[in-house]
């Protein structure tokens, strides 16, 4: 990988379109995901096989069952969306890589943004059974000292989903308290210089967070000493964003195996994915497969998996649905 991407095509990438979560009973997902965090509206449910895998699964085939979902009240904050991913061969779904903690190599988090953390966190907890990771806290976030609520629930396949409102960045629409679209998503890196660098170059330049320290609430979720982190969260022009995270004094690797249960994958949106492509590839970027195109029923749904500084599972999508 060398070079920079071109800069004076960046309305090309959209920001972060979705993100994958592996599950190992789909319709018991589709209900959760739906009646816990919203994400109620089914752009497509598609049994079959996914092209262009070969380099990420290590199998001659891949056939899953992915189910792409949308919140009905999906905001500028709270763009993404969630796709859900069961693998139907070999045994099914992998497991969640275990004795991960928070930051480890690999995807750690999907965020979703809230109208009122507090309010919501109840309910998610209490009426629909939710298991707590993190009850609700306040901060104030370096370095522009902006105003956050956040708190944890774990998916059903033990995957931490956040609830987040940045209070200091967003005014929320009237309403009651809700859950609205994905607004991050979180992984673990090796070289915070080079990530950054890396999607800086893809359209995510709109720095709004970044802090070198210990978060306290977050001491339980680590099996071993709690190492330092350092994360900076990334907004794009549109679309969601990420949040890279760097442990010291080190980084293990928890990537997993494509299709773990859990978050596992995101994906960048494009307008035209041959473009966006031809630009990485001009750049230095290696891809895993040439685009593909899957006729998901109501639509075409288009993909092309890269590699990113450390080997996760990204991709570009070009959505026709």
Known sequence: MSGSVDQSNRPLFKGVDHVGVGVGDMDAALWWFGRSLGFSQVLFDYTGELPGLEDLTLRR????????????????????????????????????????????????????????????????????????????????????????????????????VEILEWRGLWRSLPGEPRLEGVNH????????????????????????????????????????????????????????????????PETLDRRGEWGHRGPMEFAIGVSNLDRACAQLRRAGVQFHSDPQLVDVGVGEWRYAYFEDPDGLYVSLVEARY
């Open 61 to 160: 085939r891949t056939r899953a069952r992915v189910a792409m979902l949308a919140s009905p009240f999906a905001t500028p904050i709270g763009p993404g969306r969630i796709k859900l991913v069961q693998v139907l061969e070999d045994g099914g779904a992998p497991p969640l890589p275990g004795d991960a903690g928070w930051g480890e190599l690999g995807i750690c988090e999907v965020c979703v943004h809230a109208r009122n953390v507090p309010a919501v966190h109840e309910q998610l907890v209490h009426a629909r059974g939710c298991a707590e990771l993190m009850a609700p806290v306040s901060a104030k976030v370096t370095p522009f000292d902006v105003d956050v609520d956040l708190s944890y629930v774990a998916d059903p396949e033990g995957g931490k």
């Open 185 to 248: 998503v979180a992984f673990g890196v090796t070289d915070m210089t080079v990530t950054r660098e890396f999607y800086g170059s893809l359209g995510f330049s709109h720095l709004v967070l970044e802090s070198d320290g210990y978060f306290e609430p977050m001491r339980p979720w680590y099996p071993r000493e709690m190492p330092r982190q350092h994360m900076i969260l990334v907004l794009p022009g549109q679309g969601a964003g990420i949040e890279p995270v760097r442990l010291h």
